[in-house]
């Protein structure tokens, strides 16, 4: 890497826009983390926004339509007939205290959608930095119906907004450098004839201890059915782990709740036996978000997961919250605090014998089996290739199209990375 924290820091500070970039595994989300730490260690304000919940919950932060104040809109004339074009004063004053407004996964942002979000920041003569984050090859705006896929890059204001970009280049998932090519050949949607060989080399028998392996599908029904069917083979007792939910602020909806558990890939409830694989869904000092290990023990307070390296991990719940900013006084001065609506407390852990490619984001995996058949959006199967932690641990299931078909990527975001 050619830029350090403090160098980006400095240029934010002075008031650049950046766009930080660059492909899967190379440390975004560490880096963007440290930058919102860096600033927080100051008593500065960062907004953590993202267009989807999952997305924001990487972060820890909230989506972009909640903190702007967008309701459901997707565009400027949707915002303007559900009595929203005008900006609230209690939002003008709200996003004017910011001193940094991060924008996770900027590729899953439409070029409609960063329209509202400029308008906003106009709206609310923002003087701060705005630091948006992600890969314009990875996952793109969801669009209903047959609508063209416009990307936030495609929108007056992304000229406007005039970003310096800096890009991270070392992929920190896997050092095996023919698979580091590999990935970025599908990246870019380029399938050569070596290519298309390399990837044949991944199609192989399953394995007899199917176990071992975690199964990545499109569809969230098959990673659910297949986790049920595996851990109905372990004949162990069957514990469920309830989530505990401690709401901070009474009138917290049900339904918020509801959301924030899909969103932040918790579980409900977590049925587990010991002798199950599972992947942690977290990075702490000593475990990382997707890498695996085997439940050895369950008690009342701990569950003890043994990882491959033979560690034994004593896991208690994690608290996740959700936050919103609010206006409060003190020392007899008004001022924005972020505080917390409502706190879930569950154990770190998914079951590992499947899990979704939408799920896996962020996520390092060493032994991984890809169901190719399920793949349906551009820059899928880069999403789901670049998972692998160990590519002699992966193994690709024939996909019914050719690999080239596969591999697709939307034609003006290559266009886009490429310039």
Do not use: C
Not at 160 to 168: D, N, P, Q, R, S
Not at 386 to 400: E, H, K, Q, T, V
């Amino acid at each position: 890497m050619d830029f350090t924290v403090n160098e980006l820091t400095n240029k934010l500070k002075k008031g650049k826009n950046i766009f930080l970039t660059g492909g899967a595994g190379v440390g975004k989300t560490t880096l963007t983390r440290e930058i919102i730490k860096s600033y927080e260690q100051d008593a500065k304000k960062v907004a953590k926004l993202a267009s989807t919940g999952m997305a924001s919950t990487l972060i820890s932060g909230q989506t972009l339509h909640s903190f702007l104040d967008l309701g459901i809109a997707s565009n400027k004339d949707e915002l303007e007939k559900s009595g929203k074009l005008l900006i609230k004063k209690k939002v003008k004053k709200l996003i004017s205290s910011m001193d940094l407004i991060v924008i996770d996964e900027i590729s899953m942002v439409s070029d409609e959608l960063f329209e509202m979000i400029h308008l906003r920041l106009q709206q609310a003569e923002y003087k701060g930095a705005l630091l948006v984050v992600g890969d314009f090859l990875q996952l793109p705006p969801v669009v209903h119906g047959h609508k063209e896929v416009k990307f936030a890059f495609e929108s007056r204001s992304w000229k406007e907004l005039a970003f310096e970009i800096k890009e991270l280049t070392h992929v920190y998932r896997t050092d095996d450098k023919a698979f580091i090519e590999l990935l970025q050949s599908v990246r870019f949607g380029h399938v050569s004839e070596k290519v298309h060989n390399a990837l044949n080399e991944f199609i192989k028998p399953f394995p007899q201890d199917l176990t071992k392996f975690t199964f990545l599908f499109g569809k969230n029904a098959s990673a659910s059915v297949h986790n049920k069917n595996q851990l109905s083979f372990i004949e162990n007792d069957l514990h469920v782990k309830e989530a505990q939910v401690i709401k901070h602020v009474k009138s917290v909806k049900e339904r918020e709740i509801e959301r924030f558990f899909s969103d932040a890939r918790i579980e409900k409830e977590l049925e587990l036996k010991v002798g199950a694989p599972v992947l942690f869904t977290r990075n702490a000092w000593n475990y990382y978000n997707g890498e695996k290990g085997i439940i050895i023990n369950i008690d009342t307070s701990y569950i003890y997961v043994q990882k491959s390296d033979g560690v034994v991990i004593k896991l208690e719940p994690l608290k996740q919250s959700k936050t919103v900013w609010r206006e409060k006084t003190q020392e007899k001065k008004k001022e924005f605090i972020e505080e917390e609506l409502f706190s879930v407390y569950q154990y770190p852990l998914k079951l590992a014998f499947a899990i979704t490619i939408h799920k896996s984001q962020g996520m390092s995996i060493t032994d991984l089996i890809i169901q190719t058949n399920e793949i349906f959006a551009p820059s899928q199967f880069y999403v789901a290739l670049s998972r692998s932690a160990n590519p002699s641990r992966l193994i690709l299931i024939a996909p019914r199209v050719q690999w080239n078909t596969l591999a697709f990527v939307d034609k003006k975001a290559i266009d886009f990375v490429r310039d």
